[in-house]
Structure formats: structure tokens, C-alpha cells
């Protein structure tokens, strides 16, 4: 005797599911900072090593590549890729930051940018706060809050129900 094809239980139609909880804003600002400044320090990391081989490919000394290593100008191909790949790092931590704390994405975010501005301007160890470094702390913060401003929009799209297709026909 052949028993009947499995069927998975019918769930209530009218019954919608539950929307995601908020997150604490705390866990959101550490999260957010964590991508940022772990994914920053990864990227340079990265970016330190290419040059280091590139460096010694070039016949230089040990001496000469360390002291190269020291002072990269800013202008060359491998600071221009950390400025752009950390200003990456510093957008996903503010989508990430938005995207934890699912309300109030904003003021937390804003939070978590200043408080990464003032992190920033406290490690920098190239001497006294110069207009390079106060151009790196306010991109950082605009990038903080570019990533906030996703994180927020992917939010409203997730807790919003859709709406009629557009190919629907009208009642």
C-alpha cells in the first residue's frame, strides 16, 4: 500500500509575519565600528604586503624598503587604493550599523560616525592635525553616513509590504 505525497502544513493566510526586532543601538555603534576599523586595518594590511613585494621586486634594500614602507606618498597607487577601499570599509560599517539597529538609523549612525571621526584624529600619529587629516576624519564620517542612509533605505523597503505588481490588472 503507497501512502499519500508528503504536503507541508498550510499556514494561517491571514496571519503576516513578524517584522524584525530593532536592534540595541549599542550593539549597532560596536558592530558599525568593528567593520570600519577592522576592515580598514585588513585592507591596509593587504595593501602593505602588494607593495612590500612590488618593492622588493624593484632591487631595493631591506633598509631602503622599510623606510619606503614608513613614508608612502599620498599620491601613489597604493595610498589612493587604501583611501578608496577604506572609505568602502567605513560605508559598510555605517550599513551595517543601520541595518543592526533597524530604527532611529540616523541618530545612531551619527553616533557611531563621530565617534569614529574623534577615533580617527586620536591614532593618527603623522604629527599635528593638518587639513589632509581633517579632510580624511570628515570623509570618513560622510562615508559612515552614506552607508547609514543604504542601510535605512533597505530597512524601510524590508518592513514595508509590497504592493500590487505593476502588470496587475486594475478591479
Known amino acids: 500500500m503507497s501512502s499519500p505525497p508528503f504536503k507541508p502544513p498550510q499556514?494561517?493566510?491571514?496571519?503576516?509575519?513578524?517584522?524584525?526586532?530593532p536592534g540595541s543601538p549599542l550593539r549597532a555603534v560596536l558592530m558599525g565600528m568593528a567593520v570600519d576599523i577592522v576592515g580598514s586595518a585588513l585592507v591596509g594590511v593587504v595593501l602593505l604586503a602588494i607593495y612590500a613585494l612590488q618593492l622588493q621586486g624593484s632591487g631595493m634594500s631591506e633598509g631602503d624598503m622599510r623606510e619606503a614602507l614608513k613614508h608612502i606618498p599620498p599620491d601613489s597607487g597604493v595610498a589612493v587604493a587604501g583611501t578608496l577601499l577604506g572609505a568602502l570599509m567605513s560605508v559598510f560599517g555605517g550599513y551595517?550599523?543601520?541595518r543592526v539597529v533597524r530604527q532611529d538609523e540616523y541618530r545612531v549612525g551619527l553616533v557611531m560616525a563621530a565617534i569614529l571621526g574623534l577615533y580617527g584624529l586620536l591614532v593618527d600619529d603623522s604629527g599635528?592635525?593638518?587639513g589632509l587629516t581633517l579632510l580624511f576624519t570628515v570623509t570618513t564620517v560622510a562615508c559612515n553616513m552614506l552607508?547609514?542612509?543604504y542601510g535605512a533605505e533597505?530597512?524601510?523597503r524590508r518592513d514595508t509590504?509590497?504592493?500590487p505588481p505593476s502588470d496587475a490588472p486594475a478591479p
Open 161 to 163: 509590504p509590497p504592493g
Open 96 to 98: 551595517v550599523c543601520a
Open 128 to 130: 599635528p592635525i593638518d
Open 147 to 149: 552607508g547609514v542612509k
Open 154 to 156: 533597505h530597512n524601510r
Open 11 to 21: 499556514g494561517d493566510p491571514a496571519r503576516k509575519p513578524r517584522p524584525p526586532q
